[in-house]
């Protein structure tokens, strides 16, 4: 079992910043990849970036690339998402989520531990 916390999310003017935590207990963190998707009103869940179990591998979307970092500290058992130059289009709901049967992946379906969610609305 692995319970996932997401926080920081917030209320943000376009072009701004923000930087979302995930913190996880249960199995051993750096045993299992790692991702953050997001969700807009009337839109499918999709991923947005994903780490390795050790950090080294890293994923981002297209649309977030250059803009958005995702960082873990196994020491801390915890995940990151540093959000700069934040588009409108930006807002949704972000999840981070556990796939631990997963040393690295992109696939959704491989994530099977979820976070309850944190909203992000980027004002114009």
């Known amino acids: 079992q692995v319970q996932l916390v997401e926080s920081g999310g917030g209320l943000v003017q376009a072009g701004g910043s923000l930087r979302l935590s995930c913190a996880a207990s249960?199995?051993?963190?750096?045993?299992?990849?790692m991702g953050w998707f997001r969700q807009a009103p009337g839109k499918e869940r999709d991923i947005v970036a994903a780490?390795?179990?050790?950090?080294?591998?890293?994923f981002y979307a297209d649309a977030v690339k250059g803009r958005f970092t995702i960082s873990r500290d196994n020491a801390k058992n915890t995940m990151y998402l540093q959000m700069n130059s934040l588009k409108p289009d930006d807002t949704a709901v972000y999840y981070c989520?556990?796939?631990?049967?997963?040393?690295?992946?992109?696939?959704?379906?491989?994530?099977?531990?979820w976070g309850q969610g944190t909203q992000v609305t980027v004002s114009s």
């Open positions: 780490i390795s179990r050790s950090g080294g591998i890293t």
């Open positions: 989520a556990a796939a631990t049967g997963s040393l690295y992946t992109t696939r959704k379906y491989e994530y099977n531990y």
């Open positions: 249960g199995r051993t963190f750096s045993s299992y990849a």
